[in-house]
């Protein structure tokens, strides 16, 4: 769900918010606010007689007065359901496109990143646990609302708004309201995200958004429970709703040793990939470094990694990546027609662009993204 820095992330605990290549851009950092004292009432929940059921995800926590949601977003009051997280975001940040990841999509250009406190997954390889196994009501937050994080993405020259680091699903209102409003100025919006979503919030979501990241945290339904407390399939339903969209799509499987690095895993699902759609969505293959609640693990063997790829490959995907290595080419665009590189890139950088029109200028191939 594209990772912060320590450094940054200190910036974030330390010292209060800050946003960062943004000068003068001030913004007030708080300690945490009472969740008593929020307003912003829940898009999607059921008055039920055991207490309010949200509808935001497939967790559809049903919480009593007082009673906090699973991703410590929504909070129960007087049997209304409110959001917490609303305008009270703990990071925000202007990264190049490319750091979400995003290579199809827009390159070159800079997006305003925003995230609060929470998840509604619990992930054992968290990378941005500090702020994802939290609640908005104990980090130290910005006041930021949605007609500020627009203004701000505007005077920042920012092209887009990126929903991230944490889970944008469990900020949804704040979400879906800087969305709407980042529309109606001509500003793309971008959803880095577990994808773990009802098909309503969902169907509503994608008339505001541009681009999404889905992590495809593994293809076997009891690994998935065990390893982030979730299911797989309202995920793949995610992805199949977002493939029938105009939404430009990429994929992140971060390969964790002994829990999804199984080779025939993972050309299971690069097949189901292939058969449902999915050949010219880039599959990124990141590789894991031990945090959070694996530190005993090794890093993702590289030979792991180039065999995943193999594997996508073999099944017909056009644009297959891989992340976290820095400086082999595996962040480079090939032709899936000549073979011909399009576009070289280091790091975030882009080093050369060989296309034209979106198009492979050796051979005139299409280039599957959004290039303008």
Sequence with gaps: MGTMTKREFLRLTAAGAACLACPGFAMVASAGKDPGKFTTEAHFYTVTPRGVQCGICPNECTLKPGEESTCRNR????????????GNPCAVHIDPVEKKPFLHFMPKTRTFSIATAGCNFACLNCQNWEISQTSPAKTRNVDLMPPDVVKSCIESDCASISYTYSEPISFYEYMFDTAKLASEKGIRNIMVSNGFINPEPL??????????????????????????????????????????????????????PSWNDNLDMISRM???????????????????TPLYKLTQLPSTPLNTLLKAREAAVAEGLKYV???????????????????????????????????????????????????N
Excluded at 75 to 86: D, E, Q, T
Excluded at 213 to 226: E, G
Aim: glycine share 8%; hydrophobic share 40%.
């Design 75 to 86: 909070i129960n009051k007087g049997n209304k359901l409110y959001s917490v997280a609303y």
């Design 203 to 256: 169907k509503k979501l994608i008339s505001h958004l541009d681009a999404a990241n889905i992590d495809l945290k593994a293809f076997d339904s009891q690994v998935y429970l065990k390893l982030t407390g979730g299911k797989m399939q309202p995920v793949l339903d995610t992805l199949v709703a977002l493939q029938k969209s105009k939404v430009w799509l990429e994929i992140t499987n971060l390969i964790v």
């Design 270 to 288: 690069c097949k189901w990939l292939a058969q449902n759609g999915f050949r010219d969505a880039p599959l990124h293959f990141s590789r894991f």
């Design 321 to 371: 990546y891989i992340g976290n290595v820095p400086g082999r080419g595996f962040e480079n665009t090939l032709c899936p027609s000549c073979g011909k590189l399009v576009i070289e890139r280091r790091g975030y950088s882009i080093l050369s662009d060989n296309l034209e029109n979106g198009s492979c200028k050796s051979c005139r191939q299409p280039i599957a993204g959004v290039w």
